[in-house]
């Protein structure tokens, strides 16, 4: 998104000839147009734009469109000073570039973004892989019993979008949260934005299920003037066979309501992420709340520890962004209660 046109075709050029694919727009409104039926894996956003500018573009995405939680977000700009820079971190700006533009620079910045995104992905995939070979293979009257012992919240659904089994947690999220619906017909948020990714999630999930291929996509369910929040990771789930695969799932729904307390074993995420018992804490009250203050409160430490102890805990865990510490946080341990 760039306002001033020669330069605007000058990056879409070094972009295409380094490669990639593009999708220009001229200012924050033009955007959030094509974005309703694009899903770029980067964007690159001038802060200075008539109209809806940078920041309030950048805002209103991570606010109202949690389908671009997980894309890099790049502001290009001739503001460098630091309270600039400040407010875009703030916002949920992943970097900035500064004007002139140095296209190699800009280039290799892409390139970073964009194969952090990949390792990312990846990193889900193998990380839910346990959870895949649990659930596919659940069958008879043990299957409910062995899902109600996980935390979380579980919904399986079918290659029809149909749900076929849903564990006690997500029955629980359900009704408490007032984020999301379950029902036989399948699963839905009640706020149409949260909904509209959901369901895209759900659809793009299951055609690589059908297709035999692994695919996970994260999607954090909200509602306006609402604390509360449901995250969602819609894992597929390949057919092993065509006989019978009417009575298989195609598609897992891992459920995390902010307002649940309900965490792993402290133990466990330790010696899976080799954390400390203060980032384990941390850690595990992260999966809980995605706010410092709650996370501070709780655990009776200041937020600047909190922050620091977050620092640490994307390190370890090679995350850069708190939505994708918190799914591997999940994913990782299956959050089994203990009791």
């Not at 992260?286 to 409160?297: P, V």
């Not at 430490?301 to 370890?316: C, E, G």
Request: with cysteine; glycine share 6%; net charge negative.
């Amino acid at each position: 998104m760039e306002d001033e046109q020669a330069l605007r075709n000058d990056i879409a050029e070094e972009l295409q000839e380094a490669g990639y694919r593009t999708c220009v727009a001229a200012d924050g409104q033009q955007a959030l147009t094509l974005l309703i039926n694009t899903a770029p894996d980067l964007l690159l956003c001038d802060i200075t734009m008539p109209g809806l500018d940078g920041y309030e573009l950048l805002d209103t995405l991570r606010a109202r469109h949690p389908e671009f939680a997980a894309t890099p977000f790049i502001f290009l700009t001739a503001l460098a000073e630091p309270r600039e820079v400040v407010k875009g971190k703030l916002l949920g700006a992943d970097d900035y570039l500064v004007k002139p533009l140095d296209y190699d620079l800009m280039l290799a910045t892409v390139e970073a973004h964009l194969r952090q995104v990949k390792r990312l992905r990846q990193q889900h995939r193998d990380e839910v892989a346990t959870l895949h070979k649990a659930v596919s293979g659940l069958s008879g009257d043990g299957a409910d019993q062995a899902l109600d012992l996980i935390a979380l919240g579980i919904v399986l659904l079918d290659d029809q979008g149909k749900t076929t089994r849903v564990n006690r947690a997500a029955r629980h999220m359900a009704d408490d949260a007032n984020v999301v619906r379950i029902d036989e017909t399948g699963i839905q948020a009640l706020d149409r934005f949260s909904n509209r990714a959901l369901q895209a999630a759900l659809g793009d999930v299951n055609n690589a299920a059908v297709g035999g291929e692994e695919k996970v996509m994260g999607v954090m369910l909200q509602r306006e003037q609402q604390e509360n929040s449901v995250s969602a990771l819609v894992c597929a789930l390949p057919q092993a066979t065509a006989e019978n695969s009417w009575q298989r799932p195609g598609v897992a729904v891992f459920l995390s309501a902010s307002h649940f307390r309900q965490r792993a074993s402290k133990t466990l995420l330790m010696e899976l992420f080799d954390l400390t018992p203060t980032e384990a804490r941390v850690a595990g009250a992260l999966a809980g709340s995605a706010r410092k203050a709650d996370i501070a409160e709780e655990l009776g430490i200041t937020q600047t520890t909190v922050a620091f102890h977050m620092r640490n805990l994307f390190d370890k865990t090679r995350t850069h962004r708190q939505a994708d510490l918190i799914a591997l946080i999940l994913a990782g341990p299956m959050m089994v209660q203990s009791g």
